[in-house]
């Protein structure tokens, strides 16, 4: 994923004097299968993703969703925009968010207008990929109230897991694919790792 492309509607910050993109801006783009997000005013363009990135994908989303369906304490989606501003408008791999903050979150659009319980990314190969979400999206994610990160690594099969310590999202551990992944978010929830990364 790299920057690309001079937004349509100049926006400049003064302290960086550079042209930002807004959530507008991303209407007047393409339909043309790539994915477009939006980090403190950059563009990030995306195209289709690895098949073992999406498998990823659906797997976490399958543990999460199955688990937050029996217990009803709220709502799991892949793939769904998170506006956090007009400079802040992303895409994370999987988002749970607990049914008090969905109600109030989401819009008409079907966008959650701010911070989800957790977010979760699939590393996508690359150097920029890898950077944007092991930096770009944390550093987004902890300063947006985001209470846990995950970083999962299908090439390595280990799940990084950042959580909400003193107002900041640090790592809180790294599990392998023997490992079993839980949360103090998601009551009783458990998911082997191994079944994930199969």
Same mark, same amino acid.
């Given at each position: 994923? +790299?920057?690309?492309?001079?937004?349509?509607?100049?926006? +400049?910050?003064?302290?960086?004097?550079?042209?930002?993109?807004?959530?507008?801006?991303?209407?007047?783009?393409?339909?043309?299968?790539?994915?477009?997000?939006?980090?403190?005013?950059?563009?990030?363009?995306?195209?289709?993703?690895?098949?073992?990135? /999406?498998?990823?994908?659906?797997?976490?989303?399958?543990?999460?969703?199955?688990?937050?369906?029996?217990?009803?304490?709220?709502?799991?989606?892949?793939?769904?925009?998170?506006?956090?501003?007009?400079?802040?408008?992303?895409?994370?791999?999987?988002?749970?968010?607990?049914?008090?903050?969905?109600?109030?979150?989401?819009?008409?659009?079907?966008?959650?207008?701010?911070?989800?319980?957790?977010?979760?990314?699939?590393?996508?190969?690359? +150097?920029?990929?890898?950077?944007?979400?092991?930096?770009?999206?944390?550093?987004?994610?902890?300063? /947006?109230?985001?209470?846990?990160?995950?970083?999962?690594?299908?090439?390595?099969? /280990?799940? /990084?897991?950042?959580?909400?310590?003193?107002?900041?999202?640090?790592?809180?551990?790294?599990?392998?694919?023997?490992?079993?992944?839980?949360?103090?978010?998601?009551?009783?929830?458990?998911?082997?790792?191994?079944?994930?990364?199969?």
């Amino acid at each position: 994923m +790299t920057p690309a492309i001079a937004p349509p509607n100049i926006s +400049t910050d003064a302290t960086e004097d550079k042209l930002l993109w807004t959530s507008a801006d991303l209407e007047l783009l393409p339909d043309n299968g790539n994915r477009y997000e939006i980090i403190n005013g950059e563009l990030f363009v995306t195209r289709a993703p690895h098949w073992k990135h /999406q498998t990823t994908c659906g797997r976490l989303f399958t543990a999460l969703d199955v688990w937050s369906i029996a217990t009803k304490l709220g709502e799991t989606a892949m793939g769904a925009g998170v506006i956090f501003g007009d400079k802040d408008d992303v895409i994370p791999d999987v988002v749970w968010v607990n049914k008090e903050k969905y109600e109030t979150l989401i819009d008409n659009s079907g966008h959650l207008l701010g911070a989800p319980d957790l977010a979760i990314e699939v590393l996508s190969a690359g +150097t920029e990929n890898e950077r944007r979400d092991r930096e770009v999206k944390l550093k987004l994610y902890s300063s /947006q109230g985001v209470l846990e990160y995950w970083i999962a690594d299908w090439r390595n099969k /280990q799940v /990084q897991v950042y959580r909400r310590e003193n107002g900041i999202l640090k790592l809180a551990m790294t599990l392998f694919v023997s490992d079993i992944l839980t949360s103090p978010l998601l009551p009783d929830f458990s998911c082997l790792l191994s079944q994930i990364f199969e």
